[in-house]
């Protein structure tokens, strides 16, 4: 597609139900982010890829988070056991560039927003 | 550690008027910073990024922020606001240190009024 396509894009869940969001980045694009962005605050970082390798999973908030990208393109994030303090808009995005490349551009998805009862 | 504080979670400007979005960063190593905007129901787009050229860099829609140093600084201007422009901003620091990936600010919301 033209651009990095997530799925839903809006989700309730009941508090103790697990979730799954999907992303879908650019074709071709190595690298792979996923944000936090809760209601009045900027994008907080969960977790990041290179191509199918999760290199980095400092942010996220607990073992109930789970990333995976397979196939080093379309990721998923799962959230086990959702508590209200979920609720936010989970934010997708893809890089060309690795890591060690950040003056590349990323390019956001229009997000995931998750509203746990 | 990396941070970054925007002045101001709303901002109002008349249509015709300079928009100045402020932001200050913190970092222990020489940082890379940027400005994204998100209109409303969209995602997050890049406006401008500094990284390490010229101090004064131009991004689209008219938009420019000038790399001050010695202020910990990164504003974001426009000289006359659009009502196009009514949306959230959001500044970003990154480096190598942490990795390189996006540290954002809270965001500030413009509103342009007519």
């Known amino acids: 597609g033209a651009g990095v396509s997530q799925s839903p894009r809006y989700k309730v869940a009941k508090r103790g139900q697990d979730v799954a969001l999907r992303c879908d980045p650019i074709s071709g694009h190595v690298s792979l982010f996923w944000y936090q962005q809760a209601l009045g605050q900027g994008p907080e970082f969960l977790t990041y890829f290179q191509n199918e390798a999760q290199l980095d999973k400092s942010g996220l908030p607990s073992d109930r988070f789970f990333a995976e990208r397979p196939e080093g393109s379309v990721s998923t994030l799962k959230i086990q056991r959702t508590q209200q303090e979920d609720s936010a808009v989970y934010l997708c995005a893809s890089s060309t560039r690795g890591l060690a490349g950040v003056t590349g551009e990323l390019f956001f998805g229009e997000g995931s927003r998750l509203t746990v009862l | ?114």
């Open chain 2, 1 to 114: 550690a990396q941070s970054v504080t925007q002045l101001g979670s709303h901002v109002s400007v008349s249509e015709g008027a300079l928009v100045l979005l402020r932001c200050n960063y913190s970092s222990s190593v020489p940082p890379y910073l940027f400005w994204y905007v998100q209109y409303p129901n969209q995602g997050l787009q890049l406006l401008l990024k500094y990284t390490s050229a010229a101090t004064l860099v131009k991004g689209i829609n008219g938009f420019e922020a000038e790399f001050k140093k010695s202020e910990t600084s990164f504003h974001l201007t426009k000289p006359s606001a659009h009502m196009s422009d009514a949306a959230e901003y959001f500044c970003a620091v990154s480096s190598p240190d942490i990795g390189n990936k996006l540290v954002f600010g809270a965001g500030t919301i413009l509103r342009v009024k007519s």
